[in-house]
Structures are given as structure tokens and as C-alpha cells.
């Protein structure tokens, strides 16, 4: 088919480009070779192309309403007339950018040899020294961490503190420094004390215990010695226990609980009081000041005063009678009736010997008659010792019954 039987409507119309200045884009896409792409290694069956213009008719249809790009401002014309009838487009003048700068020159040798120095001396190696990663290796040590932060503190403070205590002026200074210190605060006014109050049943002991206590006043508290001062309360014979302490008001108060006398002991030295634990009370002038307390005797009574107190206690039939307990042997004991009269209990069993011997006398009235003794020593086998003008007469009518001459 010819140009002149074609159809119009066939050809691609000839589209002119308006006439404003003529558009250039650097770098030319015919001059420039298109930039690799990356693509995975046996995905594509061709290496990829480059287009320089996508195909007239690929790209969709804009929608209603949206005018078409400034690059394309003019819609195509529809095929109107042959293709010689158009008249020719106008002369479009391209403009060249300009060209890129050139590469500058290379440097001589020296001048790189410079440049190459101050850039490697501009550079920083990250990689640790070997000091500097040997002592963070230290740090990361608990031990070595403790001992910087706590322990070479306090011997840089030790270490300073020694140099200069070792100086005699400087000790000296220091030890009169703290002396004052101290004296300054314990004679406060607040810490003094101006009286003692002694609490004890005995007016004598109170006076006494206050007398031998030797606590002149004021004095500050800090230079009583309370435990000393118990002590020394303590030792009277007649206190059992002490209490010391200092009062509000500048007032040291003791509490005194006496020994109670719980029997009177004999013994070549004299009379002594005994509480129920056999320690030394006070010693009595006489036995009519204390006639109210039992009498026990001999040596080692005040050791087994317990059982004493016992016996004393079960003989109560015969209180009015007793004059006291004897420690024989300081083994067993001997109960003194008046009369003469004296019942001898065995070492073991004492209390039911006893008990045997006032139940004989309530029931037959034995300790009425005469006799001296009654000897429980032997607990299966009792003997009875009749007195003197008891045994007398049992002679004497033993002779008158039987007839006998006597001569």
C-alpha cells in the first residue's frame, strides 16, 4: 500500500512540542549506560534492558478529571489530513549542559605521601591496647573493685593516720584532747548526782550498807561503778541481793533484801543467826534476844538446817518441850527434850523415826515416863533408857519382890 491510498487514520499524527524553551536532562539516557541491577543469580532468563521511552499506549487510562502530565500538555491530535499535507514542525534548538568538571591532577608523589600521613593520622583504631585490656580485665574483678572503691580509701587514711601518731607530741595532744572532751560532757549538770536513798527492812543494816558504800557527793554518774558498788553491799552477811540505780533527779537509789533468821546455831564461838539456807546472818548476843527461833548445835548443823527446819516442823506435838537439835558426827541428828530426855534418829529416815515416836506418845504417853533416852538408831530394833532414879527404884523393888538379902 502507498502513501497516498493509506489510511490517515493509520498513521501516528506528527505532535509538536510547544514552543517554550527546549527541556534537557543531564546526563543524556543515549550517552549514559544504565546502572547494573542486582538480581539473584539464575532468577532471569535475560539480563535486564533499559528503556529509553515506555511504548506509546502502556501506560492505563488517567481517570475522570485528572489532566495529563506537563511533559505531555497536549493530548494527541486525531489523524486528520496525509501525512506530506502537515506542515513541518518548527526548528527545536537543544542546549547543551555544561560539561562535568574534570578530575583534578593527581598529586606528585610527596604531596600524596602527605596527605596519606594526615589521613591515617585523622584515623582511630577501635581495637583496645594490651595495658588497656589487661586492666579491664582487672576491673571486671569483684575483688580488685572492692579494694579500689573500700579498701584503698581506708589505708590512704590508715597510712596517713600512722604518720602522725607516731609522733609523742601529737599522741600526747590528741590523748589530752579526748580527756577534755570527756570531762566536759560527764560534768554535765544532767548526768550528776547529788544523794543515795538506801530502802531495807533494818534501819541498823541501811545505815550500815550507806556507811561502807563511801560515795561522795555530787559525782557524775559515769564515775559510779554500780556493779562495784553491789558487790560491796552484797558482802554484809545479813543482805541477801542488792539493786543500784540512778534515779531522775540526781538521786542513787538501793534496795536491800536482808537474810530472815531462820534458826539459832551454838557453837564454841557463840551464837549465830542462820536463815533457811544455812548462811550467816548476824551474830547474837544472847538466846533470850531471838527465844522465838529453834536451837540446833554441833558441827555442820548449819548444812543440813533444811532437814532441821523438817523435823522441827513435825515436832510441833512437843515445841513446848524442846530445847533443841544436836548434829552428831555431822551425820544424824538428836532431838533435846526437857527432863533430861533426848530421842536419837537414825541417819536415814529421820522424819518417820520421829513420827513413830509421837504417835507412841500420844497413844501410851511414853515421853511421861521416866526415861532418858529413846534410841532409834536401829529402826527394826528401838531401845529405851529409863533415867537414873527410874532404874534405881526398879532395883529396889526387884529385891523386895524376890526376898533377896542385900548387903
Known amino acids: 500500500m502507498s502513501a497516498l491510498t493509506r489510511d490517515p487514520r493509520l498513521v501516528p499524527p506528527l505532535t509538536a512540542k510547544p514552543a517554550t524553551a527546549p527541556r534537557w536532562d543531564w546526563p543524556d539516557p543515549d550517552e549514559v549506560t544504565p546502572p547494573p541491577m542486582a538480581r539473584a543469580p539464575g532468577r532471569y532468563l535475560s539480563d535486564p534492558r533499559w ?20 511533559d505531555d500538555p497536549l493530548p494527541p491530535e486525531p489523524p486528520s489530513a496525509l501525512a506530506f499535507d502537515r506542515e513541518p514542525a518548527p526548528p527545536v534548538t537543544l542546549v547543551r549542559p555544561p560539561p562535568p568538571p574534570l578530575p583534578a591532577a593527581e598529586p606528585e608523589p610527596a604531596a600524596l605521601h602527605d596527605t596519606l600521613s594526615a589521613g591515617a593520622a585523622r584515623q582511630h583504631d577501635p581495637s583496645p591496647s594490651r595495658a588497656a585490656y589487661r586492666m579491664n580485665r582487672l576491673w571486671l574483678t569483684p575483688a580488685f573493685r572492692h579494694f579500689v572503691r573500700l579498701g584503698l580509701p581506708v589505708l590512704l587514711v590508715a597510712l596517713v593516720a600512722g604518720g602522725w601518731l607516731s609522733r609523742p607530741d601529737n599522741r600526747a595532744a590528741l590523748s589530752a584532747w579526748v580527756e577534755g572532751l570527756v570531762d566536759t560532757v560527764q560534768n554535765q549538770p544532767m548526768f550528776l548526782v547529788h544523794r543515795m536513798e538506801v530502802q531495807s527492812r533494818s534501819p541498823e543494816v541501811a545505815q550500815g550498807v550507806a556507811a561502807a558504800l563511801q560515795v561522795s557527793f555530787p559525782v557524775s554518774s559515769f564515775d559510779l561503778d554500780l556493779p562495784a558498788l553491789r558487790a560491796m553491799a552484797e558482802d554484809f552477811e545479813a543482805i541477801e541481793q542488792a539493786w543500784l540505780q540512778v534515779r531522775p533527779g540526781g538521786v542513787l537509789e538501793v534496795r536491800l533484801q536482808e537474810r530472815l533468821p531462820a534458826m539459832v546455831w551454838r557453837h564454841a564461838g557463840g551464837l549465830d543467826l542462820i536463815d533457811a539456807t544455812g548462811h550467816r546472818v548476824a551474830q547474837l548476843a544472847s538466846r533470850e534476844a531471838r527465844a522465838d527461833l529453834p536451837l540446833i548445835a554441833g558441827e555442820g548443823a ?23 537439835l544436836v548434829r552428831m558426827g555431822e551425820r544424824r541428828w538428836d532431838l533435846v527434850l526437857d527432863r533430861n530426855q533426848r530421842i536419837l534418829l537414825p541417819e536415814d529416815g529421820a522424819l518417820g523415826a520421829l513420827e513413830r515416836v509421837l504417835a507412841l506418845d500420844a497413844t501410851q504417853g511414853l515421853l511421861s515416863r521416866d526415861l532418858s533416852i529413846v534410841d532409834l538408831r536401829i529402826p ?9 532414879e527410874a532404874l534405881a527404884d526398879l532395883h529396889r523393888n526387884r529385891s523386895s519382890l524376890q526376898g533377896a538379902v542385900t548387903q
Open 380 to 388: 527394826s530394833r528401838p531401845v529405851l533408857r529409863l533415867s537414873a
Open 51 to 70: 528503556p529509553v521511552s515506555p511504548p506509546p499506549g502502556s501506560w492505563p487510562p488517567l481517570p475522570d478529571g485528572m489532566a495529563p502530565a506537563q
Open 302 to 324: 548449819p548444812e543440813a538446817v533444811a532437814e532441821a527446819l523438817l523435823l522441827w516442823a513435825a515436832a510441833t506435838p512437843l515445841q513446848s518441850r524442846i530445847r533443841g
